[in-house]
Structures are given as structure tokens and as C-alpha cells.
């Protein structure tokens, strides 16, 4: 079974549209954990609401008593989490109907793959594909990873036989999520690619620049403080990781 762990803060008017895209999987053998940081807008109501109407059993809520953010959310949705095999989706984010499929034949196919992901295309406010797709590489190695943040959070699949859910919990610190990654291909796994779009990453055009600020402080801070790179090593990391991002939003 996979294990669905959705992070839900203040997505209201997105959750119906999460849950719907899960539903949709033609791969059935899954459940969803949805965990509310403390939203406190009524995501909360909502998504019971949802649940009431739908009566679907695969699908549950866990509320948070205090906002910790996504990291924590998502470790919460780990700890609960019942199935070997465990995904995760963004709130904000849609999976075409093959996604978990694709993931799980992959592993089928190739037995020692325990982290996989896929390519990904952006989208509009209204999730819409914009027809710019970020494909991805085969493999991913620790030191291929540091200057190639191309894995997103929404296309993963993890094996938890191949890898340990100690390894998939989620620092505290921010790009919590590159963090994850960089954590688990250090302890010498590789992740492997699937070059077929499987989600669209939704993306309101407000919010571009500001996230590149954001992101430029949040990747320096975890080549220096978390990964204890030198200064000269996290500068060509770094300079690889902007020109590929830039390369990925042209």
C-alpha cells in the first residue's frame, strides 16, 4: 500500500481539488493522510466535510494543535502512515491519474529502486499546464543532487524495505524538502528518474519572485549549515543549482 502524505495549510479552496486527483488514481492500493498545521481558516471543516460525503475509508485528517510548518506536518503524516511505500503531494499541486502507477511499475520493474521521482510540469494559478516541463535524469547521485535540485517534493515514491523512514523524516530548516533528499543520497541511496510527467506544479505568477529570494538564502544556508560544505565548494554547487533553476523556468 502507499502511503499519501499531504501537508494542508490554509488550502481551502484547493483541498477538494487534492483529494479528487487522489481518487482518480488508477493505482487503488493507497491511502491519504491529510495533516492540517492549524490553518484555522475552516481547511479543517472542509476537508471533514469531504470525508463525511465521500465515505471513502482510505482517506483521513489529522489536525495539529499549533502551526509548525510543512516539515513537521509531513513527519506527522510519516509517523501515521501504514503502507510500505510512501508518497507525497502538496495541497497546491494535481497527479494525472497514472502517477502512483507509473512510480510502483518502475519499482516492480527495477527492484533496488527505493526513491524515485518523475517530471513535472508548471502550471498557472488554476493548476492549468503552462507547457513548460522540467524532465529529469536517470539517476541521481549526493554529489550530482547538490548542484541539481531538479526532484520535487510531489513526484516522489519511497520504498520504505530500501529506505528508512528515519532518513525520509523532514528537517526543520527551510527547503526542508532538498534537505530530505541530500540527507537520504548521502547515506549512499540513489534516486532514480522517470522522464514522464506525472503532476503539475502550480505556480501563481505573484509569487514568482519573491519564492527566488526565498530560495537563493534557504539553498546557500543548507550547502554551508547543513551539508558543512566550504566556501568554495558551495559556490560552484551554488552557481550550478541557479543556472539550472533559471534554465528551468525559461
Given amino acids: 500500500m502507499v502511503s499519501i502524505i499531504v501537508p494542508v495549510y490554509r488550502a481551502k479552496e484547493y483541498i477538494a481539488n487534492t483529494i479528487g486527483c487522489v481518487r482518480a488514481q488508477t493505482y487503488t492500493d493507497w491511502e491519504l493522510i491529510l495533516v492540517d498545521d492549524h490553518s484555522g481558516d475552516g481547511t479543517a471543516e472542509e476537508i471533514k466535510r469531504l470525508i463525511g460525503e465521500l465515505d471513502d475509508e482510505r482517506i483521513r485528517l489529522i489536525e495539529c494543535e499549533e502551526n509548525h510548518g510543512a516539515a513537521h506536518a509531513r513527519n506527522t503524516g510519516l509517523d501515521s502512515a501504514r503502507g510500505r511505500y510512501i508518497a507525497f503531494l502538496d495541497a497546491d499541486d494535481v497527479w494525472y491519474p497514472d502517477r502512483l502507477k507509473i512510480g510502483m511499475e518502475y519499482m516492480s520493474e527495477h527492484p533496488g529502486a527505493g526513491f524515485v521521482f518523475s517530471a513535472y510540469e508548471f502550471g498557472d494559478e488554476n493548476a492549468k499546464g503552462t507547457g513548460r ?85 534557504r539553498i546557500w544556508n543548507l550547502y554551508r549549515n547543513v551539508e558543512h560544505l566550504p566556501v568554495i565548494r558551495s559556490a560552484v554547487c551554488f552557481i550550478g543549482w541557479a543556472f539550472r533553476a533559471t534554465l528551468r523556468r525559461i
Avoid at 141 to 146: E, I, N, R, S
Avoid at 157 to 175: A, C, K, R, Y
Fill in 133 to 217: 516541463i522540467v524532465h529529469v535524469p536517470e539517476s541521481l547521485d549526493y554529489k550530482q543532487a547538490l548542484s541539481r535540485t531538479v526532484i520535487f517534493t510531489t513526484t516522489t515514491l519511497f520504498d520504505t524495505e530500501i529506505i528508512p523512514i528515519s532518513l525520509i523524516h523532514m528537517p526543520q530548516v527551510g527547503s526542508e524538502d532538498t534537505a530530505t533528499w541530500w540527507q537520504i543520497l548521502r547515506a549512499g541511496h540513489t534516486a532514480y528518474g522517470i522522464d514522464r510527467v506525472t503532476a503539475i506544479y502550480r505556480r501563481p505568477a505573484s509569487s514568482l519572485s519573491s519564492d527566488k529570494s526565498v530560495a537563493i538564502r
